[in-house]
């Protein structure tokens, strides 16, 4: 059996999930996980947005004019009228749920449950869809089986058991669906595994039913050597190791949620990334692959902060980095990158939420000074140290552009730079002309 996961661009309009019934129907009997319809989860973003603020009519006509959309699809989608009926049916449903939320108390629990709506009626609509034109699916709650743990981690076992005995079932099913996303947390609460989680969920999945494969798939095909939203004439990477998928989608490349890669690696379930607009093409697979001294591809991550802490004693001082780590966990703030000298350290990070605080604390062990509005370039392949000149060929295609800090040899997998974000570009296309 193999999970395939499709997107929100591949199921965006009625035109989008007849052409995914399509490719559901070849693939035989497997899970497929879907997202929300593309925008779907922006503006429910929205709508719990406009109810935090206590703006209801905002909230309400940002929902009524989603209900229109969804309307559109129904009488574009459907043709025999039992199956449009039951769309409708459903689908009202849905948004008579989320405008009973709008009309209540704001909550973030509230929040949560309007936001786990988009993925609920991308499957309801696929489910009917597929029964119209006969295949017989069935839909695997995403809630009935999804769970995280108290510390925000999937809790494995009780997916297992839960989702194994949906599909010991379901035995006559010729496909299961099932919600991308969406999840109960700990306490048994609606929750969701973060934007773009569905790739997530779908790695889970492949990784709890031992699955053949796992296929994401999307509107691109494959991950490609550079970010292809700001560079021309990118190129799809054929392969990749577990190690590199993460370091690129850790380090900025969208196309893949970083917390998709691990599951998959641990139970070593090869990842394909293909393109729903052209099925045939090769795509990338992520698998357990030896080293082969290549670059694979280049990423950016924006939004990052550099914080540089200056003290006269850091490295005769031991327990330094120790106090400067503890200050950082106390303010719930995770490090991306970090690069130490004997008078100082500077370490960067992607949440300023708790800045102000995380500063003034940081001044109890030395002199601390922070850039704003910094990039991430990441140089990411087989670059095990002994491959000679791939770290010059990384600085020197960057000659002109003031670096503020490089980390390389951290893992085999990336070299990693700190630029302006204003450099962000020409630093993206000058890497792709020095490396491929
Ligand atoms: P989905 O809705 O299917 O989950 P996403 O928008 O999350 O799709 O991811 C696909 C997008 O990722 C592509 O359209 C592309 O613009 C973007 N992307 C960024 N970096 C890369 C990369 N290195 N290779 C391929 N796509 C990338
Ligand atoms: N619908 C969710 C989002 O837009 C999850 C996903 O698409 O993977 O973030
Ligand atoms: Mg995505």
Redesign the pocket.
Known sequence: MKVLK?????VGSAERIKHVAGLIKASGRNVVVL?AM?GTTNTLVEIADYLSKGNVPGAQETLNHLNLKYNAVIDELFVTPGAHARAKAVIGERFSFIRALVRGEYSLAVSKEILAQGELMSTALMNIYLNEIGIKSVLLPALDYMRTDANGEPDMRYVSVRLRRLLDLNRDADVFLTQGYICLNSVGEVDNLKR?G??YSASIIGAVIDAEEIE?????D????????YVEN?A?VGELNFEEAAE?AYF????LHPNCVLPAKLANIPVRLLNTLDPKARGTVIYNMPPDGKIK?V?AKDNITAIKIKSGRMLLAYGFLHKVFETFEKHQTSIDMMATSEVGVTVTIDDESHLAALVDDLKNFGTVTFDRDMVIVCVVGDLEWHNRGFEALAVTALRDIPVRMISYGGSNYNISMVIRSSDKLEALKRLSEALF
């Open positions: 499709f997107g929100g661009t591949s997202s593309a773009g569905s790739d994401i798939w999307t509107d691109i494959g991950m490609h050597n550079n970010d292809p939203r990118t799809p690129l900025g490349a969208k196309i591809a990423a």
